[in-house]
T-cell receptor, first 109, second 115 residues
């Protein structure tokens, strides 16, 4: 069975700090890894990573994949209170997404 | 325009009742999903349908019966509701072929509370 493990489970930071979220995976037939942000409602898509070592960037968020060591990291720089959310990592396989348990990020003003 | 919509948003009901949740997507996607998110925020796949055909049924009790009348709709009917069914249920859709995968778009969720 596919396995996706995220760490830490939660963290609290102050505005302006940088956070690094980790996601490790064990899947058969790896094709991609996805990051989602979930605030109060539906998860919203952040990144899809398919190739090792190529950083994807969107504003203050960036992510990278290491297919040899089987992990991905999501970085958020200069955090703002609006970054407070649960960040979910997921791996698709056979018409489903296997999610990690998520990392709850709380950014204090 | 809403991409993936679900109704109702909230559902409070008694144990033993039967209820349905509806999902519609206007993205033209071929694949639709139901996920359950428990109180610990863990999202777990329940079903996936591709072109109206059931592809995944992840050891869900057969009190849960999905129905896909067409590619744009995937409804979830739950019989004999139990306390443990309380959760948020998310519908999602994507353009997946089983070989290539694209991002899944999620509906707003239905919070089901069984009393």
């Amino acid at each position: 069975e596919d396995k996706v493990v995220q760490s830490p489970l939660s963290l609290v930071v102050h505005e302006g700090d940088t956070v690094t979220l980790n996601c490790s995976y064990e899947v058969t037939n790896f094709r991609s890894l996805l990051w989602y942000k979930q605030e109060k409602k539906a998860p919203t898509f952040l990144f899809m990573l398919t190739s090792s070592g190529i950083e994807k960037k969107s504003g203050r968020l960036s992510s990278i994949l290491d297919k040899k060591e089987l992990f991905s990291i999501l970085n958020i720089t200069a955090t703002q209170t609006g970054d407070s959310a649960v960040y979910l990592c997921a791996v698709p396989n056979d018409y489903k997404l296997s999610f990690g348990a998520g990392t709850t990020v709380t950014v204090r003003a | 325009d809403t991409a993936v919509s679900q109704t109702p948003k909230y559902l409070v009901t008694q144990m033993g009742n039967d209820k349905s949740i509806k999902c519609e997507q206007n993205l033209g996607h071929d694949t639709m999903y139901w996920y359950k998110q428990d109180s610990k925020k863990f999202l777990k796949i329940m079903f996936s349908y591709n072109n109206k055909e059931l592809i995944i049924n992840e050891t869900v009790p057969n009190r849960f019966s999905p129905k896909s009348p067409d590619k744009a709709h995937l409804n979830l009917h739950i019989n004999s509701l139990e306390l443990g069914d309380s959760a948020v249920y998310f519908c999602a859709s994507s353009q997946d072929t089983g070989v290539s995968y694209n991002e899944q778009f999620f509906g707003p969720g239905t919070r089901l509370t069984v009393l």
